[in-house]
């Protein structure tokens, strides 16, 4: 039985529910605040910062070519402000069609194929509505030309279900060595950033491009790398790439931050399928793995092979790379160590998701922490960035001195007798000069010097280094 009262307050609750409709229905609670853009070399993406959550639906018309996107439950907030040069899109329209729906409308250059998703809040951003518009594969850039194996190697085909068996040798074959460069992060994800506003992103990109440099300047090695400017690849994709590109290693370069600003040095992170080897490694693969919430990994599909059989498969060659993968990392280390303080004297191991690639060795690269105010002004200085690239270089050609692949030019190399010794260390006697032990090894002083990232010529005592093979110091 309802008393009098509270047959009151139901009515005012019901009259309440109905008041907040007739709001909710009149003006659309959320804002698009703002538009933000990047193009990668396949597709350009726009992403709309939102107060709240939104429904919507985009679509494409022809003649002329535009995409549409209606927003439900938003309007305006302020004017949709972006730079579209290099871009497939000539304008931004917007209208309000009903008071509750924005319609977004595009102009474009030419067709483009539309991918959209929207991201809940994170530290960083709050909602957001991401568009992608890929080009047309009509319009794309040819794909890069296979590895010179592939094409030497005819009707071989690279079973899938044996992902850790490489092509067999071609017999003239002396293919490049490729190394798979990933500068983490890009685009609306920043990665961490410096008390003074620099960012991880920008950071890692030009320490990347340095590192792409400086390996195709050694014979026998090409660099390839996963982001060439400012937009984002979702982690699964950056692999993906390394495995198009026939990648014998895969890098990935970071610059992180940690909770405290006083944490400092570098690491070198290869995959662990157990747990992570200290709780910093196990910190830095949590804030890692959230790219994916901070740029969305949009439709992200495993091969249609059979689960079961591929898992297997998996642990097989994973823990065939896994080896490798120590053995370059420890060598990636002990150059950095020469040349920046370093976090963890050994490869430490934790789960990234970027290094899950299971054929291919991989390794992720900490160059400092941005987080820490002396790292962060090192790691934007240009001598830093080239001193760091230069002894994740060193490190890698050592490590493909010793384990060549069948098939490479390096292989060749060592098979032929060409290369007199393997890279060596060094230490050195009290008397010694950079020139005597540059004349006893059979190598330049230039070479030596950049081998070792030396300043000067100067050298202790007791000093170790490294000594490169004789034929390898760099192409003509
Ligand atoms: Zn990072």
């Given at each position: 039985?309802?008393?009098?009262?509270?047959?009151?307050?139901?009515?005012?609750?019901?009259?309440?529910?109905?008041?907040?409709?007739?709001?909710?229905?009149?003006?659309?609670?959320?804002?698009?605040?703002?538009?933000?853009?990047?193009?990668?070399?396949?597709?350009?993406?726009?992403?709309?910062?939102?107060?709240?959550?939104?429904?919507?639906?985009?679509?494409?018309?022809?003649?002329?070519?535009?995409?549409?996107?209606?927003?439900?439950?938003?309007?305006?907030?302020?004017?949709?402000?972006?730079?579209?040069?290099?871009?497939?899109?000539?304008?931004?329209?917007?209208?309000?069609?009903?008071?509750?729906?924005?319609?977004?409308?595009?102009?474009?250059?030419?067709?483009?194929?539309?991918?959209?998703?929207?991201?809940?809040?994170?530290?960083?951003?709050?909602?957001?509505?991401?568009?992608?518009?890929?080009?047309?594969?009509?319009?794309?850039?040819?794909?890069?030309?296979?590895?010179?194996?592939?094409?030497?190697?005819?009707?071989?085909?690279?079973?899938?279900?044996?992902?850790?068996?490489?092509?067999?040798?071609?017999?003239?074959?002396?293919?490049?060595i490729?190394?798979?460069?990933?500068?983490?992060?890009?685009?609306?994800?920043?990665?961490?950033?410096?008390?003074?506003?620099?960012?991880?992103?920008?950071?890692?990109?030009?320490?990347?491009?340095?590192?792409?440099?400086?390996?195709?300047?050694?014979?026998?090695?090409?660099?390839?790398?996963?982001?060439?400017?400012?937009?984002?690849?979702?982690?699964?994709?950056?692999?993906?790439?390394?495995?198009?590109?026939?990648?014998d290693l895969?890098?990935?370069?970071?610059?992180?931050?940690?909770?405290?600003?006083?944490?400092?040095?570098?690491?070198?992170?290869?995959?662990?399928?157990?747990?992570?080897?200290?709780?910093?490694?196990?910190?830095?693969?949590?804030?890692?793995?959230?790219?994916?919430?901070?740029?969305?990994?949009?439709?992200?599909?495993?091969?249609?092979?059979?689960?079961?059989?591929?898992?297997?498969?998996?642990?097989?060659?994973?823990?065939?790379?896994?080896t490798s993968?120590?053995n370059v990392?420890?060598k990636?280390?002990?150059?950095?160590?020469?040349?920046?303080?370093?976090?963890?004297?050994?490869?430490?191991?934790?789960?990234?998701?970027?290094?899950?690639?299971?054929?291919?060795p991989?390794?992720?690269?900490?160059?400092?922490?941005?987080?820490?105010?002396?790292?962060?002004?090192?790691?934007?200085?240009?001598?830093?960035?080239?001193?760091?690239?230069?002894?994740?270089?060193?490190?890698?050609?050592q490590f493909f001195q010793q384990n060549p692949p069948?098939?490479?030019?390096i292989a060749?190399?060592r098979?032929?007798?060409?290369?007199?010794?393997?890279?060596?260390?060094?230490?050195?006697?009290?008397?010694?000069?950079?020139?005597?032990?540059?004349?006893?090894?059979?190598?330049?002083?230039?070479?030596?010097?950049?081998?070792?990232?030396?300043?000067?010529?100067?050298?202790?005592?007791?000093?170790?280094?490294?000594?490169?093979?004789?034929?390898?110091?760099?192409?003509?």
């Amino acid at each position: 039985m309802m008393g009098l009262g509270m047959r009151f307050r139901a009515l005012v609750a019901a009259v309440g529910l109905l008041f907040l409709a007739v709001t909710v229905d009149a003006v659309a609670e959320t804002k698009v605040n703002s538009v933000r853009l990047w193009r990668a070399p396949d597709n350009t993406r726009l992403v709309f910062d939102l107060t709240g959550p939104v429904q919507h639906s985009v679509f494409t018309l022809t003649a002329p070519d535009r995409l549409v996107i209606d927003i439900n439950g938003a309007s305006l907030g302020a004017p949709l402000n972006v730079n579209t040069s290099n871009t497939p899109i000539t304008a931004m329209r917007s209208a309000q069609r009903t008071p509750t729906d924005l319609r977004v409308v595009i102009d474009l250059k030419k067709a483009v194929t539309p991918k959209s998703f929207t991201l809940a809040p994170n530290a960083q951003y709050g909602n957001r509505l991401v568009v992608d518009l890929f080009d047309n594969a009509a319009d794309a850039a040819p794909p890069p030309a296979p590895a010179p194996t592939v094409a030497t190697v005819p009707a071989v085909p690279v079973a899938p279900a044996e992902p850790s068996i490489k092509l067999p040798p071609a017999p003239a074959g002396k293919r490049d060595i490729i190394v798979v460069i990933d500068a983490g992060h890009g685009g609306e994800d920043p990665g961490a950033s410096g008390s003074r506003g620099q960012r991880e992103k920008d950071v890692v990109l030009a320490i990347a491009r340095e590192l792409q440099r400086q390996v195709n300047g050694m014979k026998g090695f090409r660099a390839e790398l996963t982001r060439t400017g400012d937009y984002f690849i979702p982690l699964r994709g950056r692999t993906e790439i390394a495995r198009k590109k026939g990648a014998d290693l895969f890098v990935s370069i970071h610059a992180d931050a940690a909770p405290s600003t006083a944490a400092f040095g570098a690491s070198v992170f290869a995959l662990s399928d157990r747990g992570a080897t200290s709780e910093t490694a196990r910190w830095l693969a949590d804030s890692e793995n959230r790219s994916d919430l901070i740029g969305g990994a949009g439709n992200v599909s495993l091969d249609d092979k059979d689960r079961m059989l591929a898992g297997v498969l998996l642990d097989l060659s994973m823990t065939a790379s896994l080896t490798s993968s120590l053995n370059v990392g420890q060598k990636v280390l002990s150059n950095i160590g020469r040349v920046t303080p370093l976090h963890k004297q050994r490869v430490e191991q934790a789960g990234f998701m970027v290094l899950k690639s299971p054929d291919i060795p991989s390794i992720l690269v900490e160059t400092g922490f941005i987080s820490n105010a002396n790292e962060a002004s090192k790691l934007t200085a240009a001598n830093h960035q080239q001193a760091l690239a230069r002894s994740i270089s060193s490190g890698v050609r050592q490590f493909f001195q010793q384990n060549p692949p069948p098939g490479t030019y390096i292989a060749w190399l060592r098979d032929s007798g060409k290369i007199a010794q393997g890279p060596r260390d060094h230490r050195v006697n009290p008397g010694e000069t950079l020139a005597m032990i540059a004349v006893r090894y059979q190598v330049s002083p230039a070479t030596l010097r950049n081998a070792n990232n030396l300043k000067s010529d100067e050298l202790k005592i007791g000093q170790t280094l490294t000594i490169p093979g004789t034929e390898l110091a760099a192409k003509e």
